[in-house]
């Protein structure tokens, strides 16, 4: 690849988002602003080898601008507006010399977030809007990490797409009084990313280190674009940074699953984890700590110890006790049973685990939490066939390998 493609291919990720966002803004249509800014970065690949602009952002924005006026004469749409757009200049790719200044492409980013994230749209499409039109990522790239077909993932998003533009949803930040409610979705998506890419569901590899790093990209630029700091936000990008900082350990040499109390603390990304407490700080200070700023300081604790056997289980398992007690849910209250596992031992443990069953049954770490203590409390033919039942329901490869080396292990 040459240097140039190189160069437009990580603009295209960094610009992506923004561009996009003031020609929707502009146009009031995705497809035609996705449209016209790819035609913009072909334009790039064309015209930039004769000498690259200094303003490349305000390149990019003219292409696009004038591609997406020539696409809407070439369809003779807006047929109303013929006048208006008559006095246009006519459509053409800029020359190096011809931009608009920096702050004449405005930062329509927030807005698009909120439209992506738009509670009338399904929680899938949420996220693959979210991707597709903050992140830049392909429809094939989007469809991948997710693992479904590629025209499965393209309907998807025509029709996230189809309902913004017939429900008549607004391209707007919401109102003050409507923005804790709002964020709290925006905040839920961004998870959702993150958690994919941190622990596929699915697939070969464990982690999708792209994915972590897109939602982390997004939380960042969220807490930019806001104006006043909102704890919360803080809590989960702490959160994020955190649980991220582990990436390298989490997975050995072949690619296998790494347990915590086993990983290389070595390989932990300390500037990561630094950023992480330092947001957990201040998301602290500004009031009662939400989930996930609670989740941050669990993951925290994590962090201070310098080994496994150094980590504060009794601290872990009270802020998971405050966790379950102001946002419960089952999966909390199974890593809480974990938690109390190792600070009092797993027969504490055992039957809040097993409290769980109904709700979890089909939750493969429930079972695979369950094994886990059946074979630490020596009750080995129940712990076999709780990781037989964990592998059953697994769909992540790498997750398959480690619990199939857990039952050789036993049967021996």
């Not at 010399?97 to 930062?107: H, I, M, R, S």
């Not at 839920?188 to 958690?195: E, G, M, S, T």
């Not at 915590?260 to 201040?282: K, M």
Request: charged letters at 25%; aromatic letters at 6%; a negative charge.
């Amino acid at each position: 690849m040459s240097e140039t493609v190189e160069a437009i291919d990580r603009l295209c990720r960094a610009e992506w988002g923004r561009l996009l966002a003031v020609l929707i803004r502009e146009f009031g249509d995705f497809d035609l602003a996705e449209e016209a800014l790819q035609g913009a970065f072909a334009s790039a690949l064309a015209s930039w080898g004769r000498g690259v602009p200094k303003n490349l952002r305000g390149w990019l924005y003219a292409a696009a601008r004038h591609d997406a006026i020539d696409r809407l004469r070439r369809k003779a749409r807006l047929a109303s507006k013929e006048a208006e757009l008559a006095a246009l200049p006519a459509g053409h790719a800029p020359a190096a010399d011809e931009l608009y200044e920096e702050t004449a492409v405005p930062d329509e980013r927030l807005r698009l977030i909120f439209t992506c994230c738009h509670p009338a749209l399904a929680a899938e499409a949420q996220v693959a809007l979210t991707l597709r039109t903050l992140c830049g990522l392909a429809t094939e790239e989007i469809a991948r990490a997710f693992l479904v077909p590629v025209p499965t993932m393209a309907q998807r998003l025509v029709r996230a797409k189809t309902k913004i533009r017939n429900a008549g949803i607004p391209y707007v930040v919401p109102e003050e009084a409507d923005l804790p409610e709002r964020l709290s979705e925006v905040m839920a998506v961004l998870y959702l990313v993150f958690n994919e890419g941190h622990s596929a569901s699915r697939g070969e590899a464990l982690v999708r280190g792209d994915l972590c790093a897109e939602a982390i990209r997004l939380a960042r630029l969220v807490r930019e674009l806001l104006q006043e700091p909102v704890a919360e936000l803080e809590g989960l990008l702490a959160l994020m940074l955190l649980h991220d900082s582990r990436r390298k350990a989490r997975v050995d040499a072949a690619g296998g699953m790494v347990l915590l109390a086993d990983q290389d603390r070595s390989l932990w990304d300390g500037a990561e984890i630094e950023e992480g407490r330092d947001l957990l700080r201040a998301a602290l200070r500004r009031g009662p700590p939400g989930p996930y700023a609670l989740e941050a300081a669990i993951a925290a604790v994590h962090a201070d110890a310098a080994r496994a056997t150094d980590t504060d289980w009794k601290q872990i398992a009270g802020l998971y006790d405050l966790l379950v007690a102001t946002h419960p849910s089952p999966v909390v209250a199974l890593n809480r049973a974990a938690a109390v596992s190792m600070a009092q031992g797993p027969a504490a443990a055992l039957p809040l685990v097993d409290a769980l069953e109904e709700q979890l049954a089909g939750y493969h770490l429930w079972h695979a939490t369950r094994a886990d203590l059946l074979r630490r409390l020596g009750r080995t033919n129940e712990a076999i066939a709780a990781y037989r039942r964990a592998h059953e329901l697994a769909q992540n490869e790498t997750e398959r390998q480690f619990l199939e080396r857990r039952l050789r292990e036993l049967q021996r």
